[in-house]
Structures are given as C-alpha cells and as structure tokens.
C-alpha cells in the first residue's frame, strides 16, 4: 500500500498541452476521485502515474520512491482500463491469474517457466500450481464470480467483465489501484450497485484507489476527496462536502450540482455579512469576497419557500412561480425575481400541495449559504 | 536508459525489414530503369564496393540516351506486343464485367436456386493457375480436343474456337479471372443505395427501368473498378499466353520472358519491364482512384433492408446462366482430370484407354517437383510471417505509413517484371543470388507479401492497445506481453495469411518459370516443361496433384477461419 505524490506534472502532446501543472498528494488507504468534463487531462495523469506516459516535466512518488524511470511493469500500480481491457484468449481464472503467473515467471527454474507461458496463452496446454488456484479463487469468490471461472470473458455480462476486470487488478496486491472511468459502460442501475461494491472493496482493503470520472455524482458520493480538473489543470481539491459547499469557482460550482449564479457588486458590511447589490435587490452572505465585483452562487437546495403570506425572517424575496418540475423525490421551481430566474429545490412530502405556475411566493436564503466568488 | 534501449531494438528490425525491401524491390526496379536507357546491364551492389564496376557503371551513364525507347516506335515487335497487350486486356476486362453482372446481380440480389453451390463452384478458377486452364482449354478446343471432335461430327470441320488465338487467350482469361470481379460486383449491387430504388418503385417505374436507371448506376463505380482491376490482372497474366500465344501473336509478358529466357537482350527486357511496370501501376492506380472516393455511404449507417427479388422467371434464368459458365469451368477441369488417367486420347469424346501409369510415372521421377514446391512455399511463408508480423506492428503502433506503402508496391508489379528485375540485378558478384533457391524464395515472398501484410494488418489493428498495456501493467515485460498476449490474437490473421502466401506460391507461374533453377524446378516449372516436351499426360497428371493439394490448403483455411470465428 502506499500513498501517491504527483509534483509539477505537465504532459505536452506535440504541441498540445494535456497536462498542464498538476499536483496532487494523495494519501494511504485514501478514495481518490479525479474529477472533470472529458478532454480535461484525467486519463493521461492516470497514464502518467501507471507509467504509459512518459511526463514531459514533473515527478510522480509512489510510497516514498520515486518512479518517474521506472517502467510500467514494475510500479505495482493495478489499472481498471474504461474498456476493462480483458485478454480475450484467456477465460475468467486465467485473466485473474495473469500477474501471479508473471511474478512465477520471475522466480522459478526453466521448467516452470514453460508452463507458466503455456498457461498465459492457453489454459489447456498446463495446469496452475495449487497456490495460483487457491488465491485466484479466493479472489474470484469475493468479487462472486467463483461459477464463471471456467468461461471466457467474452461470455460474460458488462457487470461481471468488470468485476472481473477488478479482480484482475486486485490479485496482483497492487500498492495503488486505478480505475479509468469504470462504470461508464454499465447501464444505470448497475453503476449504482456497483458503486456500492467498489467502495466496500476499497475499504475493507484499505487499497489506496485513484478513480477518474465525468460524473460528478459519482465522485461525490464514493470519494474521500476530489480532485476537480479543467484543462490540464487541478482547479479545486477537497472533500466532497468543502466542494459543494465552498465551490472556489463558478465552474465548480456548476460543475458538482447545480446553482444558481448571478453577478453582483459588494456594496457594504453588516457586521461580518457582505451586502451584495443585485438588479432590483440586496442579499447578504457571510463569505468573504475578493472583489468588489462578485458572482452570487447559490445552490437550489439552500433555498427556503413559501406562499407569500405565510412565514419567513430575514432576506426575503419575492417572486412568482413559472414553473414547477418533479425531479423524482425533489420538486423544482422556477421563480422569477425581477430579471432572474431562481432555481428552488424542495423536498416533495405527500399530502403537501405543490405551489402552481403564477403563484406569488416568498424565497429565504441563508446568509452562510451564499457564497460569493 | 531502458527506454533508449527498446527504442535502439525496435528500430533495429525496423531498418532490416526496410533494407530488405531496398535491396530486393527499390534497388531491382531501379536498376532495371537505367538498363532501359543505357542499354547495357549494370550491377549496382558491385559499383558500391568496387570502383572498378563503379567506373563501367558511370561510363555506362555516359551512353545512356533515350534512344532504346524511341526504338519502340520503329522495332514495330514492341509496339505490337504492347497494342496486342493492350487489346486483350481490353477485351478481357469488358467481357468479364459484362459476363458477371447477372451473376452477381443474382448472388446479391436474388434468391436464385442453389445459390449456395453455385456460389462455391465460381471460385473454382482461383484454385486452378491460368497455365494449367490454358492447357485444358487444349485438351477441349485443340485440333484433336474433344469439343472439336464433337463440332466437327456435326458441322463438318475447322475449329469450333481456335485456343492458340487473342480470342482462345481471351477464354481463358475470362473464364479463370471472373471470380477476381464477381465478388467486388456482388458488393457493389449489396450497396447501393435502397431507399432509391424503392422510391423509384413508389413512383410507379417498372422493375426493368428500375434496374437500368436506379440500381446500375448506383452500382457503376464499383463495375468500373472491377474491370480496372481484371485489366491489371490480365496485362500481368503470364501462364495463358505462354502455353497459348502462337508466333505470329506478340504479347508484352511473352515478348520481355522470350528476351531474357532466349536472347539475353538485357536492354530489350528492361524496356518491356518498365513499361509493363508503368501500365500495370497506371491501371491500378486508376482502380483505387475509383474505389476511394466512394465509399458508399452505408459501411456506418443503419444496416438497410434490401428486397430480394423472388421471381421465379428471373430467378432461373439467373440460375441458368451461371451453370453454363460454371460448366466450362468444371468441364475444363474434368477435361484435365480425364487426360491425367489418359493412356492416349486421340480424336474422340473420351480417352482411349485409363491408367494409373501418368501418377506413378509422377510420383517415380518427378516427385522432387512437389517436395520443391513444398520446400519454397514453405521458405517464403516464413519469410514473410517474419516480416508481415513486425511490419504490421509498426503499421498499426507506430502509423508506419511509408513501410505500409512500400509493402503495397509488389501489387502493381507483374511477375515477369520483378523476375526480370531481380535476374538483372543479382546476376554477379557481390551478391549473386540469380538462379538459387535463396532469390527465388525471395521473390515470392515479396510477391506475395502485400496479402500477408494485409491479412496481419488487419489482426493487428483488431487488437486493441489497451490489452498489451493491461498485461504490462500486471507486470509483464513488453516481451512477455507480446509472446502472452499479441502472439495468441494474431495467431489466426497469420494463419490465414500465411495459407495463402503457400496456395499462391504453389500456383506462382512467371517467376517459377523464369528464375528457379533446374535443381530447385518446382511443379509448375515441370508441368511447363513437360507441356513443351509434349508430355501432357504426366502434366495432367502433375496439374492435378497441384490443385488437390491447393484444394486441400484452401479446405484447412475456411476450417481454421470458421473455427476462429
Ligand atoms: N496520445 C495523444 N496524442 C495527442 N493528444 C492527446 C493524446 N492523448 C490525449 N491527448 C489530449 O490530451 C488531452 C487530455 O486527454 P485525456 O487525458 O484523455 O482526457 P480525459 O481522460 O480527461 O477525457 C485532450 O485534449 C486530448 O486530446
Ligand atoms: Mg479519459
């Protein structure tokens, strides 16, 4: 096991710019997310960090050794490739077998060496070891693809290439194991149990795991922290909730669920709140702008609604209702305020009746809860 | 450190396939254009290392002039074989266009009776090598043939079609190049467009106007293309015209083969060389012009539904059609069958008598021919797995396009040219290599390389990269990774690839004839030369066992690709 250090790493394809400075400390045993829309640089740090990418500048540690000269098959990193990348010729025991059957290689006589290469290029021309059978389903057991060991991958559903993808990249005990995209090519509801399985396996091995995905949805919810990426750049890294509730720009913020973001000038101080000017009325925030010019972020569910002769306290606003839409357990309001469309997130509850399109309603925000950027 | 490693042995082998193709193709060709224009034989491997030969050669430079091509005009023999060249392939591509397009109108489109059988008998003629169906067309159309005998029993006499005229050559060719076009007409009318024809049909047109206004143009560029193609095939073709031609006929193939194998005009050869060379390319370039702007638009779109037409008039005059042409071909092939048994035959439908005595005559004193044949086919098939396998790497990992290109560059090069240009070239020291078994592997294996390389090309790019990265990142080195990994998926794109390179190089007539040496004779050298000593029965004999044993490659190859699949 071993954390993962990743300094002034800048990655230039002839002439273009994929990586551009990326630092990263990610630590043992920890759930990495990288974060970003597609075309950022995801996939080639993974590269870089696995090896199959030579860094034009920057150094990368595993543990404490560096490993920028060291090449591809020696860094102990297990990869989950986004096309899961199983041999083809091999069935499901004998992809999982494949490193133990490499390190065999590496140890033992020249008869052993024979088999073992019969074995890795085909099953019927040589028996495994009784060590290689007990650890490879041991594995196949956990990941419960002990039935399938027999067939070949092709033979399998998308769900149990996967796992079996997994498993592959496990039996080798890497220090690191990452995973490019692994879930893109399941359908919905698999991705979520498969989410659930990733994540169970990760911590009970305390395997310290990079995970890449566009889907901010599923970063957010297995990761530990996220490292949000735009460009060839790390532009935010955090724990999922500093993110979403301290997002450091509008395309985070955009990015990680959406908000509502209007521009605004600072126009005074009430005590430790900002009083931020917007077109036709005032907010108050109790984050601390850099400018005088800011953007108001808001998140759709930070925001309170009501009819407008019921309740509210302070900062009220008012607005009428153009839209309502059920987004499953949430209902989505479209409120307009002067020339803003506001986004209202609220939790749908039975038996409470939704406000109609033309409904005049009154929104409340709290202060902590706008953040300026 | 490592990496410069890998890097220095990769292009190592890299540097030696691009050697070999420099020596054995560029070099060849090259040399054989200034022989052209200075009218004397020059040994370019000598004038590097001794400067004596290097002397002679700039000397020889000194003399060159156009003058040899402007003999063309006035030779009048060159010319005419060219024009005649010319014409027969004319005549060849048009009549084979024309003769397919019921055919692969039916197999495309139709649900034409025994289909199936049909279909499978068509390919008989790329098992058969044109020399050994020119012989047959003999056995069928000669003065004492069978057919003539037949003619003559009800018409009274002459021949029904003279095989030894540009007509009988053009029979044959016709007959054994057809399938080269059938199946690119078979896609051509899979392809076009349907949703056209089905408007066309919505608008009221009949099935006729349909066909001739709708669907014939729709297929065009691909009929064009395949008469290119059988252009290209039947200008480079060497077996039909050299059992066939008579005297008074000059075709270029026979012409350039008579100066080098009768006169030694070395100057006279070169000429004919480059200028099969220039046509044979010319018309192939014409070809892929044509093939590449159209694409057809629906290899990426929805499969389309296509109607296939039932009605049972058509369907069996189709059906009809295509068994008369199959029956040349079978009747052809029963005519060889029938002579290898021959005691005699005569005048008359049938031989005088049968006997196994043709065989055993074959298989007691002839019997080298074939272990030859097995020898170098099994030589150039070596060779070129060797290079396909790392051509094809360097192809698809590393865009390799130059060597991609060159391995391209022996389609548009008849056989007789390249055995020309390589006589020529390694006839002396310091690398005399013409008439040994070493330059005759070479020159099939270059020959038969493009379809090699295709075939590995293809396996290669299936491939993915991510599974030789996969094995790599569990460990293994790229070596490993490539005899665990790649070997095993490129097995079969090299097991196909390898059968053919065998079949073609045990049909493989031109350089056969030209450059093996008498101890090395392989069978088609034989049966050539046992067809102008006048022993036909042993040739028959001899042709049959050659296209059993293609038969039986060709039977392990669909076995091998169907078990893949
Ligand atoms: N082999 C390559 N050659 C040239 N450009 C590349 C190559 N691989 C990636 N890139 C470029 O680098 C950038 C980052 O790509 P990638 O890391 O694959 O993004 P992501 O995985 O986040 O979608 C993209 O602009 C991409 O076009
Ligand atoms: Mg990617």
Redesign the pocket.
């Known amino acids: 096991m071993g954390s993962v250090t990743v300094k002034n790493l800048i990655?230039q394809?002839?002439g273009?710019m994929?990586?551009n400075n990326v630092n990263l400390e990610i630590q043992e045993g920890e759930f990495f997310a990288l974060l970003?829309?597609?075309?950022?640089?995801?996939?080639?740090?993974?590269?870089c960090i696995a090896g199959f990418e030579k860094p034009t500048n920057g150094e990368i540690f595993i543990g404490k050794q560096k490993v920028n000269d060291i090449p591809a098959n020696k860094r102990n990193c297990g990869m989950v490739f986004q096309s899961y990348a199983l041999f083809p010729h091999l069935d499901v025991f004998q992809n999982v077998a494949y490193s133990l059957n490499i390190k065999e290689l590496e140890k033992r006589g020249p008869g052993t060496k024979i088999k073992t290469y019969a074995r890795m290029i085909n099953k019927k021309l040589a028996k495994s070891p009784p060590e290689i059978e007990k650890k490879v389903m041991e594995i196949l057991e956990y990941v419960e693809l002990a039935p399938y060991r027999n067939r070949l991958t092709s033979e399998l559903s998308g769900g149990q290439q996967q796992r079996v993808a997994l498993a592959r990249a496990l039996a080798m005990e890497p220090a690191v194991l990452l995973m490019?995209?692994p879930l893109s090519n399941l359908d919905k509801k698999l991705r979520n149990s498969m989410r659930a399985t990733i994540r169970k396996i990760q911590l009970d091995l305390g395997i310290t795991t990079i995970f890449?995905t566009?889907d901010q949805e599923e970063a957010m919810s297995m990761a530990d922290r996220v490292a949000v990426?735009k460009d060839?750049d790390v532009i935010q890294l955090g724990t999922p909730t500093e993110l979403y509730s301290n997002p450091k720009s509008a395309f985070i913020a955009d990015f990680v669920g959406s908000s509502n973001i209007f521009k605004g000038s600072v126009i005074g101080q009430d005590g430790e709140r900002s009083i931020v000017q917007l077109d036709g009325f005032q907010i108050r925030s109790t984050s601390i702008p850099k400018n005088k010019e800011v953007e108001v972020v808001i998140r759709p569910e930070n925001i309170e609604i009501a009819l407008g002769e019921e309740h509210p306290g302070d900062d009220i606003l008012e607005g009428k209702v153009l839209m309502s839409t059920y987004l499953g357990s949430i209902v989505r309001y479209d409120v307009e305020i002067g020339p803003y469309i506001v986004m209202v997130d609220t939790t749908y509850q039975s038996g409470k009746s939704v406000y109609p399109p033309g409904a005049n309603v009154k929104l409340t925000v709290d202060p902590e809860k706008v953040f300026l950027l | 450190m490592k990496m410069l490693k890998r890097f220095d042995g990769h292009s190592l082998i890299k540097a030696l396939i691009v050697l070999f193709f420099i020596v054995f193709l560029v070099v060849p060709l090259f040399s054989i254009l200034i022989v052209s224009i200075t009218g004397v034989p020059i040994n370019v491997f000598g004038s590097l290392v001794d400067p004596e030969t290097f002397k002679s050669t700039i000397d020889a430079f000194k003399n060159s002039s156009l003058e040899f091509y402007k003999s063309i005009a006035s030779k009048s023999g060159y010319l005419s074989a060219l024009m005649n060249s010319l014409e027969l392939s004319l005549l060849v591509s048009v009549v084979v266009v024309v003769m397919c397009l019921p055919i692969a109108y039916g197999i495309a489109r139709t649900k034409m009776p025994f289909k199936k059988t049909l279909t499978a008998l068509c390919t008989i003629p790329l098992i058969v090598p044109t020399f050994i169906a020119a012989n047959a067309f003999i056995v069928m159309f000669g003065r004492s043939g069978w057919v003539t005998y037949i003619y003559e029993s009800l018409r009274g006499n002459g021949l029904l079609i003279n095989p030894s005229s540009m007509i009988g050559i053009a029979m044959v060719q016709v007959f054994f190049f057809f399938p080269y076009a059938l199946w690119p007409m078979v896609a051509a009318f899979k392809l076009s467009d349907i949703t056209l024809e089905e408007g066309s049909q919505n608008l009221g047109a009949k099935n006729w106007f349909t066909f001739a206004f709708v669907t014939m143009p729709l297929a065009l560029p691909g009929l064009i293309s395949s008469a290119l193609l059988i252009f290209t095939v039947s200008f480079s073709d060497f077996g039909t015209p050299i059992i066939l031609a008579p005297k008074d006929l000059n075709l270029i193939v026979v012409e350039a083969y008579r100066e080098i194998a009768g006169f030694f005009n070395w100057a006279g050869a070169a000429i004919l060389t480059v200028i099969m060379v220039v046509v044979a390319a010319f018309f192939f370039c014409l070809q892929h012009l044509f093939t590449k702007g159209k694409s057809y638009g629906t290899v990426s779109g929805k499969p389309k539904k296509q109607k296939i037409i039932k009605n049972k008039w058509l369907t069996r005059t189709i059906a009809g059609y295509t068994c008369l042409v199959v029956l040349v071909l079978l009747l052809a092939m029963i005519s060889v069958l029938l002579q290898s048994f021959a005691t005699t035959w005569g005048v008359g439908v049938l031989p005088d008598g049968y006997t196994m005595a043709n065989y055993q005559a074959v298989f007691s004193s002839s019997f080298e021919n074939v272990t030859n044949s097995l020898i170098l086919a099994s030589g150039a098939l070596v060779l070129s797995v060797v290079i396909a396998t790392f051509v094809s790497y360097f192809v698809v990992r590393q865009n390799a396009s130059k060597l991609d290109f060159m391995t391209t560059v022996p389609l548009v090069v008849p056989g007789i040219a390249l055995g020309i240009a390589l006589i020529q070239t390694f006839n002396t020291a310091p690398l005399q290599l013409t008439g040994t078994a070493t330059i005759l592997i070479i020159a099939y294996t270059i020959r038969r390389l493009p379809y090699m390389v295709r075939s590995t090309v293809g396996t290669m790019r299936s491939i993915k990269q991510d599974i030789e990265e996969a094995a790599v990142n569990l460990g293994a080195s790229r070596l490993t990774a490539a005899i665990t990994v790649v070997g095993p998926l490129m097995i079969p794109g090299i097991a196909a690839g390898s059968i053919l390179v065998f079949i073609t190089v045990i049909k493989e007539t031109s350089v056969s004839i030209l450059m093996a040496p008498a101890e090395w004779a392989p069978m088609s050298l034989a049966i050539f030369q046992n067809i102008l000593r006048g022993e036909y029965y042993t040739a028959a004999a001899m042709s049959i066992i050659l296209v059993v044993l293609v038969l039986v490659l060709q039977a392990i190859a669909t076995k091998l690709s169907k078990g893949d699949a």
Do not use: F, I, N, Q
Not at chain 1, 37 to 43: D, E, L, V, Y
């Open positions: 990655k394809y002839d273009v994929a990586l970003g829309p597609s075309g950022c640089g995801k996939t080639t740090t993974m590269r490019d995209e890449v566009h990426m060839g």
